[in-house]
């Protein structure tokens, strides 16, 4: 409901009153959008110590098709959480 309702029907809504107008868009769904889908889905409310949706065992990225996003670990604990990845990817092949 929530992707229906908060991020592809307002989306197209937007596109269609772009092409009547022949104005170009370059309208998407936001990062935080994908985050709060996520977050749906998972069941994962996420960390209160930030503000926005930070999920608090998951990632979640986005990035155009062709375009790119940087993914950063922290000094203390990112050889344990790419272990954890790793092993999160695998199981989707």
């Known amino acids: 409901m929530f992707f229906h309702a908060y991020m592809y ?13 022949g104005v170009h868009s370059v309208a998407k769904a936001l990062s935080s959008d994908w985050e709060v889908l996520a977050s749906i889905l998972v ?8 503000k926005g ?16 996003y940087e993914y950063q670990y922290h000094k203390n604990t990112g ?5 954890r990845d790793m092993e999160v990817g695998s199981s989707l092949l």
């Open 9 to 21: 029907g307002p989306l197209q809504g937007k596109l269609r009153l772009y092409r009547a107008r």
């Open 43 to 50: 069941k994962d409310v996420g960390k209160k110590l930030t």
């Open 53 to 68: 949706v930070d999920l608090s065992k998951h990632e979640v990225k986005s990035a155009e098709n062709g375009g790119a």
């Open 79 to 83: 050889k344990a959480k790419l272990a």
